[in-house]
């Protein structure tokens, strides 16, 4: 599966390659970043398309996660999934449901696993946050989880330069 993906992807030009994974909810600009860096881009350039594709799919992920959700839920495995995603979206989310909105955007700015802008999606259906509100904390938690990571990359090629590699 891996190698159709990759396939498809190689002749893809490298901005769109990087605009995509840092839709996808496992990666995200997390992933994205030191994706583009590898492929050479400048730093600026990495962290813009990546907060650019990262916040892609905010909005229609808004609109449309809760009635899908129900939608789903009514199938067994599914239910079952948003079962264990609603559940784990409540123990990693202290913050969402004690300042909502900032929260939120702490919570998303956050670069561990399950603390992305999907995560927050989850999250704001979840403790009905409004769109505008939603929207707003969770691109502002992209940008501060894409400058994180960004610096720590930026430290990391520093360092890996000084030792001579």
Known sequence: M???????????????????????PISELRGAIPLALSFGMPLTKAFWLSIAGNISFIAPALFLF?????SLRR?????????????????NSEAIQKYEALGLAIF?????????AW???????????RFRYAFLAIALGVVGAGLIVATLCALGIMGWKAVGA
């Open 108 to 116: 998303v700015a956050i670069p561990l696993p399950m603390t992305g």
């Open 66 to 70: 809760e009635p899908v959700s129900n």
């Open 2 to 24: 891996l190698n159709i993906i990759l396939d498809w992807l190689k002749d893809m030009p490298k901005e769109y390659i990087v605009l995509i994974t840092a839709a996808l």
């Open 119 to 129: 995560s927050g999606v989850v999250a704001a259906s979840l403790f009905k946050i």
């Open 75 to 91: 199938f067994k495995l599914w239910s079952r999934f948003f079962d264990w995603l609603f559940e784990r979206t409540k123990n």
